[in-house]
């Protein structure tokens, strides 16, 4: 039975999912449907943790930014003499360049789930929704400042 499997995944989906994966992705069309995902790397991560996610998300037709934390992915500075301020400042200043008609959806695992908390708190009109993924997520009474100041 396992084979049958087996078989049925290389004649019919490999096929599909080649040339999905192959072919150039759809430019995103925000006005028919696709969205702007900004996704955000927990601890000890870059924006290179998010390459299945980013890829799978193109080939929908969406747009994709990864971005990479201050100290982390190909950013040189050490994470530990940073601020979580200056930790967040990638996505604070790539929040900051988003247009006034357009709106994203935040993703953040780990860490990250601190990061959009605070960029909810300072761009909540640019922001459509927020999808925390095993992440640090402050509720109403415990705001994502006044964790950060706390920690």
Not at 12 to 29: E, G, I, M, N, V
Not at 30 to 44: M, Q
Not at 48 to 63: D, E, I, N, P, V
Not at 127 to 142: E, R, Y
Request: charged content about 15%; aromatic content about 10%.
């Amino acid at each position: 039975m396992h084979y049958l499997n087996l078989l049925f995944f290389f004649l019919f989906l490999s096929p599909t999912l080649t040339k999905s994966l192959s072919d150039p992705p759809p430019s995103p069309d925000v006005s028919s449907g696709g969205k702007h995902f900004v996704l955000v790397h927990g601890a000890c991560l870059g924006a290179w943790s998010w390459y299945k996610l980013s890829t799978l998300l193109r080939s929908a037709g969406h747009r994709v930014t990864a971005l990479d934390m201050a100290g982390a992915g190909i950013d040189p500075r050490e994470a530990e003499s940073l601020t979580f301020n200056e930790y967040v400042e990638p996505l604070r200043s790539f929040m900051a360049e988003v247009g006034e008609d357009e709106k994203v959806i935040l993703v953040g695992h780990s860490q990250g789930g601190l990061c959009i908390s605070k960029a909810m708190e300072e761009y909540p009109e640019k922001i459509c929704v927020a999808v925390f993924v095993v992440a640090a997520m402050p509720g109403p009474a415990l705001n994502a400042s006044f964790l950060i100041g706390e920690v």
